[in-house]
């Protein structure tokens, strides 16, 4: 994957990856729309989405972690009314970029592979939670033609909830 003529490796993270997907998460607590704690995301979410094969791992040319996201069947959204043609839908989470390399394009890249992935294993919608406060991640999911459905509050935060067919 290339953005702004640098190469990116995207690959599904592995046992091992644990704490440098941590250490990311980490970094991005208190940034602009950042609805995270220390206690969330944790071992337990990374360790899940290994197992599930759902979580994303791009590093930069030298091999460093610089975002992650989480995509597949979590169903931690079924109870929310959906589209109903999404009848194989997976569910993006917990997607990150390191700050220092906010608003590079590195999120757009990341997640148009993420999709086109998820459409390769077969789901045909996708859909998440998204702060109302990250206004970042809303305009990205608005170039990316998600749409906006409703609100719900969880986790003690406002989130719209956002959704596509992909297939």
Not at 144 to 151: A, C, I, P, Q, S
């Amino acid at each position: 994957m290339l953005v702004n003529n640098v190469e990116y490796k995207l690959r599904l993270a592995e046992y091992g990856d644990e704490e440098n997907i941590l250490k990311l998460y980490r970094s991005i607590l208190g940034t602009t729309g950042c609805t995270w704690s220390e206690e969330y995301p944790s071992m337990t979410e990374i360790i899940s989405d290994i197992k599930m094969k759902s979580l994303y791992y791009l590093t930069d040319h030298q091999g460093k972690l610089i975002a992650v996201a989480t995509a597949g069947s979590l169903d931690e959204l079924d109870d929310l009314i959906w589209d109903s043609r999404m009848t194989k839908p997976c569910e993006l989470a917990r997607i990150g970029v390191l700050p220092s390399l906010h608003n590079k394009g590195i999120a757009s890249k990341l997640l148009g592979a993420v999709i086109e992935d998820c459409k390769s294993r077969g789901y045909n919608g996708m859909r998440f939670l998204v702060s109302k406060t990250n206004n970042n991640a809303l305009r990205l999911y608005g170039k990316f033609g998600f749409r906006n459905v409703g609100e719900v509050f969880r986790y003690g935060h406002d989130f719209y909830c956002y959704y596509k067919m992909i297939s």
